[in-house]
C-alpha cells in the first residue's frame, strides 16, 4: 500500500458522498476499488466518529503469545506505579 493511494483515498472520502459511504459499508472492497490491496488477515475499519487518526495492531510475531506468568503479572494493574 502507497501513503499516495491511501492519502487519495482519504481525500476522496472526503469530498465524495458516494466514495465515503462505500468506505463506511465496506471498507475492504473501496481499499481494493483505489488499488489498495490489504492482507486477508487485516481488520479494517472506518468510522465517522472521533478524530482523524490511524490505529495499526501488529500482534505477536510468529503467533507467539504472552505467558500466563506474564499475564499474572500485569493482571488488575499489577506492578503499576501508584501517585
Known amino acids: 500500500m502507497s501513503g499516495a ?4 483515498l482519504i481525500h476522496s472520502a472526503s469530498s ?3 466514495v ?5 459499508l465496506n471498507p475492504r472492497a473501496a ?3 483505489a488499488g489498495i490491496e490489504l492482507p486477508p488477515d487485516v ?5 465517522e466518529t472521533g478524530t482523524w487518526g ?3 495492531s501488529l500482534g505477536q510475531a510468529g503467533g507467539v503469545g504472552l505467558s500466563e506468568e ?3 503479572g ?3 494493574g499489577a506492578g503499576c506505579a501508584q501517585p
Do not use: P, Q, Y
Open 70 to 72: 506474564f499475564l499474572d
Open 43 to 47: 481488520e479494517v475499519t472506518v468510522s
Open 74 to 76: 500485569t493482571s488488575g
Open 16 to 18: 465524495n458522498a458516494a
Open 20 to 24: 465515503r459511504s462505500g468506505l463506511l
Open 31 to 33: 481499499f481494493a476499488k
Open 54 to 56: 490511524i490505529h495499526l
Open 5 to 8: 493511494s491511501l492519502s487519495a
